[in-house]
């Protein structure tokens, strides 16, 4: 049986050996090429994606590809148009698929409203609630708070001087003693003229 010698350890055993080897092999590994963290980041094709922005961008890839290895004015200039017209069409093409999407969900205001928080991105639902892990310790502070706030405006109305208030002694001369019945369309005519 053959005897290796690691350093001043002499090892006999075969799974000493590759244990040995395996650690040695591993430190080795880990100092020269340690082990790197990613996050790869899967991005879902955009509706609005079509070939012509995919056609635009390879043309203005190229051009870049061109001005970068020449660095000749000219071939900057075209890179540069190449990434205009690109942008262009990206923002004419998601203006058309945004219109068509509101359009389509004139009838469901809950996906209309859904739409538009995306496009002024606001917070997502329930990131202006406050942090707590009781829900009913959640729902104690926010009747509290109103209560609070329905004393305080009490208090403040009490404090009030009643002699501030405007006592106008003119009276309406004027008497409402019938109504007419509204049709539907007059109904529908406020409606439509309201902003």
């Not at 051009?63 to 071939?75: G, I, L, P, S």
């Not at 996906?111 to 606001?122: A, P, S, Y």
């Not at 729902?139 to 009643?162: H, M």
Request: proline content about 3%.
């Amino acid at each position: 049986m053959a005897v290796y010698v690691y350093g001043e350890e002499a090892v006999k055993d075969t799974k000493q050996i590759a244990l040995r080897n395996t650690t040695v092999l591993a430190y080795v590994i880990n100092k020269h090429v340690p082990i790197v963290n990613r996050k790869n980041v899967i991005r879902l094709n955009k509706q609005w994606y079509t070939d012509d922005i995919r056609e635009a961008k390879k043309i203005q890839r190229s051009a870049e590809k061109k001005w970068r290895k020449t660095h000749v004015e000219v071939h900057r200039q075209a890179f540069v148009n190449a990434r205009k017209n690109t942008n262009k069409l990206i923002t004419a093409v998601k203006q058309i698929y945004t219109k068509n999407k509101i359009s389509d969900s004139k009838s469901n205001p809950k996906e209309l409203f859904r739409i538009v928080n995306g496009l002024i991105k606001h917070s997502k639902p329930g990131a202006d609630l406050p942090q707590s892990n009781d829900n009913r310790e959640l729902a104690t502070k926010f009747a509290d708070y109103f209560d609070n706030k329905i004393e305080n405006i009490r208090k403040d109305l009490n404090n009030t001087n009643v002699s501030s208030v405007n006592n106008s002694s003119e009276t309406c001369e004027t008497s409402i003693n019938s109504f007419r019945p509204t049709t539907e369309d007059e109904v529908k005519n406020i409606i439509k003229s309201m902003p």
